[in-house]
Each structure stands twice: as structure tokens, then as C-alpha cells.
């Protein structure tokens, strides 16, 4: 079973994410891997905080951690480069929600795995919890992980 951590202090965030998090599963069977194998089911955890988030995170090992931005006590940058920057690091996938496209910056920081910019296209996102997909940096509504020119 695929644990997916949710990290909002918004409730309805939390809720929608949740939604486009169980929407893994079904998407696994119309992607057509391995002849229509059983669609994995998915467990989800929830945090209304970072300092909550983190603790869970560590505690229960989630495949995947979805944190929006706005979060209160420790927001989604700082549960990120302290999951990422551990030693050893938390080995499951970070995806940061953020509120602005100027903000990528701080999501690449802190070691994101991805990030999405606001509103962000469920099926994009639900890719990427699976692990699937164009890199985010293809998507439409998303950004990251890219490469820096220089």
C-alpha cells in the first residue's frame, strides 16, 4: 500500500489533495502497466502543520510527502530541507505546492523532488505521487525540478 503524506494548514487543501492523491490508483489501471495490474490503494496521512508533517513523515515513512506552501509552524521549504537534508535522508519523494512561480528558487533550495505553482492540474500531480509521467518541468501549471542554465 502507498502512503502519502498531506501537509496543509488549509483543511480544504488537505481534502484536495487527498482527492487527486486516491486518484493514483485508478490512473495506474488506464495507464496500462503491466496489463492492467490491480490499481495499488493508498493511504493517506495528514498534517495541519510542518512541525506535524515532519514528525509523521519520519514516523511513518511515506512513499511521498505532498506539502503546500502556506503552512503553518515550519512551512513546506523547511519540512523539505529538513526531511531532504537529514542524514541520511528521507528517502521518499517531496512535492512542493507553491503560491508563486517566483518561489522555485526556494523549492529547489530545500530539495524538492517537484513542485507544482498554483492551481495545479490534478493529473499532473497525480503523477507525479505515482512517479510517473513528463517531468514536472513539462507540465503545464508546473515547474521543477529543472535544469539551471548558466
Known amino acids: 500500500m502507498m502512503k ?4 496543509s494548514a488549509d483543511p480544504t487543501v488537505r481534502e484536495q489533495m487527498g482527492l487527486i492523491a486516491k486518484t493514483v490508483g485508478r490512473r495506474q489501471g488506464t495507464r496500462g ?3 492492467g495490474a490491480a490499481a495499488e490503494p493508498v493511504e493517506l496521512l495528514e498534517a495541519a502543520n510542518g512541525a506535524r508533517g515532519i514528525a509523521l513523515a519520519w514516523k511513518h515513512r511515506p512513499e511521498v510527502v505532498v506539502a503546500d506552501q502556506i503552512t ?3 512551512g513546506a521549504f523547511a519540512l523539505t ?4 537534508g537529514a542524514d541520511p535522508p528521507f528517502s521518499g519523494r517531496v512535492i512542493v505546492l507553491l503560491d508563486r512561480k517566483v518561489d522555485e528558487w526556494l523549492a529547489r533550495w530545500s530539495g524538492a523532488d517537484a513542485w507544482f505553482v498554483k492551481p495545479v492540474d490534478p493529473f499532473a500531480l497525480a503523477d507525479a505521487v505515482r512517479g510517473s509521467g513528463p517531468p514536472a518541468s513539462e507540465v503545464a501549471g508546473a515547474v521543477g525540478p529543472s535544469k539551471e542554465v548558466g
Open 72 to 74: 503553518s509552524t515550519a
Open 33 to 35: 502497466l503491466a496489463g
Open 4 to 7: 502519502v503524506l498531506l501537509v
Open 81 to 84: 530541507k529538513e526531511l531532504k
